[in-house]
Structure formats: structure tokens, C-alpha cells
């Protein structure tokens, strides 16, 4: 087995489980949006997906979770149901991964067995793949809201306006992470399936410049 390619399965690993972590405190974060006002200087209000939460100034936190449902607004719906399946896809991703790296020994080492864990690494990696991008939609999605509303000439100046909370900026990290991971994973395999015309493209630069 390459080193490289060991080194890419560990590091896909390595960055699956800190995009699944990120995905998870995303998801559970309060502070998807921040409100503060100078009307009352000593409140500060935040906007999650599951509830809203009031900060006093002595440090005193006080939320509520939503009422109904069917009542919460339509992007907030849509992001609740997108980070829960980022959170499962990562973590059905993370799970297939870990079986199929090289110093897991999940399956006989034969070329059956190579070959399996060759799969479920591939898988794995794809799952990851479709984490980032399911994950980045919400908080994008969120974002874009918040900047129009921010810059709304409509609204008048005096009305406080929602801002970016940690839970946004936790999400695209989380997102970019998956990414990163399942780029790696996949790969990987790549690598493993087609090992002389990856060694090809890494040598097709030297072949020009001696030309």
C-alpha cells in the first residue's frame, strides 16, 4: 500500500469526524442569528433551528422552543430538515469510511476483500461528498436571507436586524470540511484503482519541461 494513500484515507477520516462534529453543533446551535438593540443595551436575542433564546447582561440565558411546527417560517423548516439529513448522511458516511481504509481490518485481505473495502470506502467518501453540499445549502441559504434583509431600503433604519450568528460560520466550516474529506476518500480509491496513469498525470509536468 502507497503511504500517500494511507495518508489520504487517515486524513478523509480525520476530517469526516470533525465535519460530522461541526454538522452536530450546527444543528443544535442556538446562534443562528443574533439581535441586539439599543432600546435594551442589557438583551441580546438569538435564533436557532429547534428555539430562540434571550442573553442578559449578567450572563443569564432564557430560550424557548417553538410553539408549533407548522408554524415556524419556511426557511427555518428547510434547514431543520436539510442539517438533520447532513447529519445523518455524514454520519452513515463517517461509518462506511472507517471499514474501508487500509489499516481497518474489516474484511479478509484478499482481493475480495480489498476490493470491498475499496467500496465502502468510495461510498463513504461520496456520502461525504453529499454532507457538504446538503449543508452548505441551509446555512447559505440562511445567510442570503439575512443580508437582504439587513440591506432592506424598506425597512426603516430605527428597526433592529438580524446578523450572523457562530452557528452559520460553524456550518460552512463544517461543510468545507465534508468536502475536503470526501475529495480525499475518493481519491484514495482513485489512486488504488488506477495506479500507473495516476503516476502518469504526476509525471506528465517533468515529461514537458524536459521536452
Same mark, same amino acid.
Given at each position: 500500500m502507497d503511504p500517500g494513500v494511507c495518508a489520504m484515507e487517515l486524513l478523509g477520516v480525520l476530517f469526516?469526524? +470533525?465535519?460530522?462534529?461541526?454538522?452536530?453543533?450546527?444543528?443544535?446551535?442556538?446562534t443562528w442569528l443574533t439581535l441586539s438593540t439599543d432600546l435594551l443595551p442589557a438583551e441580546s436575542y438569538e435564533l436557532g433551528l429547534w428555539e430562540t433564546c434571550v442573553v442578559q447582561d449578567l450572563g443569564i440565558l432564557e430560550c424557548r422552543p417553538y410553539d408549533s411546527l407548522l408554524g415556524l417560517p419556511p426557511d427555518i423548516k428547510l434547514a431543520?430538515?436539510?442539517?438533520?439529513?447532513?447529519?445523518a448522511t455524514g454520519l452513515l458516511g463517517l461509518l462506511l469510511a472507517i471499514p474501508g481504509i487500509y489499516w481497518i481490518n474489516s474484511c479478509n485481505q484478499g482481493s475480495e476483500g480489498l476490493r470491498v473495502k475499496r467500496l465502502m470506502k468510495m461510498l463513504g467518501g461520496i456520502l461525504?461528498?453529499?454532507? +457538504?453540499?446538503? +449543508?452548505?445549502?441551509?446555512v447559505s441559504y440562511i445567510a442570503h436571507l439575512t443580508v437582504m434583509r439587513f440591506f432592506d431600503e424598506a425597512v426603516p433604519a430605527i428597526v433592529p436586524r438580524w446578523e450572523f450568528g457562530d452557528a452559520l460560520f460553524c456550518g460552512w466550516t463544517a461543510g468545507f470540511l465534508h468536502l475536503v474529506a470526501g475529495s480525499l476518500l475518493v481519491t484514495s480509491c482513485v489512486c488504488l484503482q488506477e495506479e500507473p496513469?495516476?503516476?502518469?498525470?504526476?509525471?506528465?509536468?517533468?515529461?514537458?519541461?524536459?521536452?
Open positions: 469526516s469526524i +470533525g465535519a460530522w462534529i461541526c454538522s452536530l453543533a450546527t444543528t443544535i446551535m442556538s431543520r430538515i436539510l442539517m438533520c439529513v447532513t447529519v461525504c461528498l453529499v454532507a +457538504g453540499i446538503l +449543508g452548505l445549502i441551509p496513469f495516476v503516476s502518469f498525470l504526476l509525471k506528465f509536468p517533468l515529461y514537458i519541461l524536459s521536452s
